[in-house]
């Protein structure tokens, strides 16, 4: 009796870890690609698509989307996940920074079409082989005529 209840809980395990890596690299890619994740309603969003394709040849992935209990699919445990990725593409770029020999910070300042003021900051860094590496951090969005020193700018990041 207790090996089938093992067994049982091995294979619920493996449902759940198989779809954890599915709902997870699913939101990656929507990140990764600057593509809207939820829709007008929970069911039209690009995510819930996506996962639905997905299922299509996926067998745990269509078992955990199926089942009735919690799927962890909510929008608050979907903005969980994305700053969970966040803060690991900031680690690795801290990593690199500090491993690198040189490195810069530009930071640039532009309006949008509509109107709003905007600071762009980029990292470039270089290596012992000479080998250079970009990365465009983020934009931040500044109120009108604010006028901020880069300094403060470079320690609200």
């Given amino acids: 009796m207790a090996s089938q209840l093992s067994a049982a809980h091995d294979r619920d395990r493996e449902v759940a870890r198989s779809a954890s890596m599915c709902i997870v690299s ?3 890619y929507l990140c990764k690609q600057g593509l ?3 829709g007008h309603t929970e069911t039209t969003g690009n995510f819930d698509n ?3 394709l997905r299922a299509a040849d996926n067998s745990l992935l269509k078992l955990w989307l199926d089942r009735s209990g919690y799927k962890w699919l909510s929008p608050v445990i979907q903005n969980e996940i994305i700053e ?3 803060l690991s593409v900031l680690r690795s ?4 920074i500090c491993d690198a020999k040189y490195f810069a910070i530009v930071m640039d300042e532009t309006t949008d ?3 709003r003021e905007q600071v762009i900051y980029a990292s470039a860094m270089f290596h012992r082989a000479c080998r250079s590496m ?3 951090l983020d934009f931040m969005k500044l109120h009108r005529q604010q006028q901020v020193p880069c ?4 320690k609200m990041l």
């Avoid at 770029?93 to 690199?96: G, M, R, T, V």
Wanted: with cysteine.
């Fill in 36 to 38: 809207a994740i939820r």
């Fill in 113 to 115: 079409a509509s109107c």
């Fill in 151 to 154: 300094l403060k700018l470079l």
């Fill in 26 to 28: 699913s939101l990656h």
């Fill in 93 to 96: 770029l801290k990593k690199d």
């Fill in 84 to 86: 969970d990725l966040a």
């Fill in 134 to 136: 970009r990365h465009s």
């Fill in 50 to 52: 996506l996962l639905k």
